[in-house]
């Protein structure tokens, strides 16, 4: 398999703080990429995507970070609410219409 | 407009038997991604179809197959399962068109004992 899914990193922030959640991609030639959040037995929820001409998009809340020069995405939320906590994926993808995703973070927003 | 709906929902099988899953894009939608998600693996890409064609394939032996009908609704086959086969199996579909966006369905549980 691509996806590397052995270790999921813990964020734990307190209700109304802002979370940042970080991800590596592995392909240079990636250019379109998604966030995803999943809930305890829902599947994979679009929450906002970026294409690789673009360094930043901000959407309801989210804001995503993109920089080419080291490979990184970042997805800030802000003002942190207790529906956000769920499992947050980073998926990349090039031209050949299948989605790499990296490991996750668990986002745990305590009360 | 409703979402990606896959069923059956919950699957238990035993080791040697085959299954199929199936898939209904959201309307309008050519294309659909199947998904393997394990604990241990992460969310792993098994197929990509589109307008019946197969475009893309992921790293799975051919126990694995898949199939789009006209109607852009999809099936996934894995035959002789083995007890690694356990995972949650998710659809996506998406315009089809480029690198537009993938919408998950919920996820078939497939158990194999």
């Known amino acids: 398999g691509e996806s590397v899914g052995l270790h999921l990193p813990t964020l734990s922030v307190q209700e109304g703080d802002n979370s940042i959640i970080n991800c590596a991609y592995s392909?240079?030639?990636?250019?379109?990429f998604i966030w995803y959040k999943q809930e305890s037995g829902k599947g994979p929820q679009f929450i906002i995507d970026i294409r690789s001409n673009m360094d930043k998009r901000q959407g309801q809340r989210v804001t995503v970070l993109l920089n080419k020069t080291v490979k990184h995405l970042s997805l800030q939320i802000a003002a942190t609410q207790p529906g956000d906590s769920a499992v947050y994926f980073c998926a990349e993808t090039d031209s050949s219409y299948k989605l790499i995703f990296g490991s996750g973070t668990r986002l745990l927003v305590r009360p | 407009k409703a979402g990606v709906t896959q069923t059956p929902r919950y699957l238990i099988k035993t080791r040697g038997q085959q299954v199929t899953l199936s898939c209904s894009p959201i309307s309008g939608h050519r294309s659909v991604s199947w998904y393997q998600q394990t604990p241990g693996q992460g969310l792993q890409f098994l197929f990509e179809y589109f307008s019946e064609t197969q475009r893309n394939k992921g790293n799975f032996p051919g126990r694995f197959s898949g199939r789009q009908f006209s109607n852009s609704r999809s099936e996934m086959n894995v035959s002789t399962l083995e007890l690694g086969d356990s995972a949650l199996y998710l659809c996506?579909?998406?315009?089809?068109?480029?690198?537009?966006?993938?919408?998950f369905g919920p996820g078939t549980r497939l158990t194999v004992l």
């Open positions: 392909n240079s030639a990636s250019d379109y």
């Open positions: 996506a579909s998406s315009l089809g068109q480029g690198k537009d966006t993938q919408y």
